[in-house]
């Protein structure tokens, strides 16, 4: 996958997956990088699915309703990508921070309902519910932050609350942090992030 690596100045901080929200790429979320924890390596991937010239981490048949099948298969991607990549870079794979932005977020939040040990740990703004109706694996010891907008036209308040509660459910802590705004990200919802992480890390 299109990606850019940075190596961090310390090397028993996690590495920051950032992935991108649709039509973005691998350089956009390299500023919030550096506002969780400018120490960390940094894995930076472009989404290997295009609609209309916009780069995406999975197809979807329309707006908020996605191409499970592609969704799978592109999760299962990314994953093995992670596996190569820490070979690679020589990263410890056990040791992964997801920040995810919309389809990003998405993407992210699909790793942890598909595989118990992809992420260490991930900060999601403004996901969905990836996937419904499947068991999540045991997520104990894996942490979640949820950044939503309480006006979110994409991602609805219920299914933010809905995401928090399956996480937990799967023994994750997962914690849900509101804005009173819409889609967008914002600097207020990262500066939470960034106190979350302090705490977990
Ligand atoms: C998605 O397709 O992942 C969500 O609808 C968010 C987005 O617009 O990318």
Redesign the pocket.
Known sequence: MKHIFQKGKTPAKPTLLLLH??GGNELDLLPLAGMIDDEASVLSVRGNVLENGMP???R?LA??V?DEEDLVLRTNELNQFLDEASQKYEFDRDNIIAIGY??GA??AASLLFHYKNALKGAILH?P?VPRKGIELPDLTGKSVFIAAGTNDP??SPLESKELQSLLQQANASAELHWENRG?QLTREEVEAAAQWYKEIV
């Open positions: 929200g649709t995406r981490f999975f979807r707006e908020g996605f919309s389809n998405n993407i403004h969905m994409i991602c889609h």
